[in-house]
């Protein structure tokens, strides 16, 4: 890893207005910093509305920063024209949670795949090559490319998700819960394939997940969302075995484990934490 961070988000500010007749606004992220090393994996975990997908999409330039700044490789990317944005793709992908609603159902997979390739001003020759390429990397055989994402499981899906993210070689990709709606079995081949495609490839993934068993597997540093806030980071081992902050203490005891005796134990010791409204009072 090199010692300058490929993606560096300081004081992170996203707020959202409504459109009703009564103008609210609802601070989503407030004041997070984050730095991704190149062929690094950051994991950012959190309950649902922590703020944690609203940072990837404010990364991929869908959500407002109304404070703050982002750069990647040294370049603000905060708020780039739409124009640079459609240049930075190149650079910066995402795979999504649903790999069903993710995909063209009107097109075939290899339709699918070739549609980034053919953007870039590649030729024919070229895309059919990189399809190739993308097909070995995610382990999918080559009859695929004919067929349709209806034909295919949650998991195959999710393969040819991967594979079109990785079309342009990208330097960094945004895993927005892409195991979520997976399986727990298919969840574990694909959390191996993404790890084997860092390996041959050097990509960095910021992986954003509700499950901490989920991040821990994939990441090499952790970082723990709370009220649109970062409250810890650390090392796997350290947020699963060590954890400081009472939030993340009490995401850690309500992961399930397959043994019940040993979930018994988890849950009594998740009851004999502080209450939720320590937490809602507590200076985070």
């Known amino acids: 890893m090199t010692t300058e961070p490929l993606l560096q988000v300081n004081d992170l500010e996203v707020t959202y207005q409504s459109r009703g007749l009564r103008r609210t606004s609802f601070k989503a992220v407030a004041g997070v910093d984050l730095q991704v090393q190149s062929g690094e994996t950051i994991g950012l975990v959190g309950e649902s509305g922590s703020g944690k997908s609203t940072i990837g999409r404010a990364i991929l330039g869908m959500a407002p920063v109304t404070a703050g700044r982002i750069e990647f490789a040294g370049r603000n990317i905060t708020h780039l024209p739409r124009r640079d944005r459609r240049t930075l793709a190149s650079d910066i992908q995402v795979i999504f949670q649903d790999p069903y609603s993710s995909l063209s159902p009107s097109l075939t997979i290899g339709d699918t795949l070739a549609e980034p390739l053919r953007a870039s001003g590649a030729s024919r020759t070229e895309a059919s090559r990189r399809i190739g390429e993308l097909l070995d990397l995610v382990h999918l055989p080559s009859d695929a490319l004919q067929r349709m994402p209806r034909e295919f499981s949650g998991g195959q899906r999710q393969r040819v998700a991967i594979a079109r993210s990785l079309a342009l070689e990208p330097r960094f990709i945004v895993c927005d819960e892409p195991v979520s709606a997976l399986d727990l ?61 009472p939030y993340t203490q009490r995401l850690l005891l309500a992961s399930p484990l397959a043994d019940p005796a040993a979930q018994r134990v988890r849950r009594k010791e998740f009851q004999q934490l502080p209450a939720a409204e320590f937490l809602e009072s507590s200076d985070i």
């Open 185 to 245: 079995s298919t969840q574990a081949r694909v959390i191996d394939l993404l790890i084997e495609v860092q390996r041959r490839t050097g990509v960095s993934y910021l992986f954003i997940s509700h499950d901490l068993d989920v991040i821990r597997v994939m990441s090499h540093r952790i970082a723990v969302m709370y009220r649109g806030r970062i409250v810890e980071t650390g090392d796997g081992e350290q947020i699963s075995t060590m954890p400081t902050h």
